[in-house]
């Protein structure tokens, strides 16, 4: 079993308030939920309007497809348009 595990520490410009922040959260999250079947839930920086990090976690039982859902993952939150990628990290284990 391979376990692929990926941090993504947004910036959320547009946000003016934690309602906005969580709207345009919200969507990203369930869309990498519903398209690639994938764990992801925010787990840092919640009372922040503007900055969020997000926590991915894929399982499969070879690396290589692990490192391409990550990719994936990581290609589909930046062309989301609504956050922008500040920095990500990928752990496999």
């Known amino acids: 079993m ?3 595990l990926m941090t993504i520490e947004l910036h959320i410009g547009g ?3 934690l ?3 969580r709207r345009v959260l919200k969507s990203i999250i369930d869309r990498v939920r ?3 079947n994938a764990s992801i839930a925010e787990v840092d920086y919640q009372d922040l309007w503007q900055r969020a990090t997000l926590g991915v976690a ?3 039982n070879e690396t290589s497809h692990v490192s391409q859902m990550l990719d994936t993952i990581i290609r589909s939150i930046e062309a989301n348009g609504g956050a922008d990628l500040v920095h990500y990290n990928i ?3």
């Open 91 to 93: 752990e496999i284990l």
């Open 15 to 17: 946000a003016t308030t």
């Open 19 to 21: 309602k906005e922040k």
């Open 2 to 4: 391979i376990v692929g």
């Open 34 to 36: 519903s398209k690639y």
């Open 58 to 60: 894929v399982v499969s």
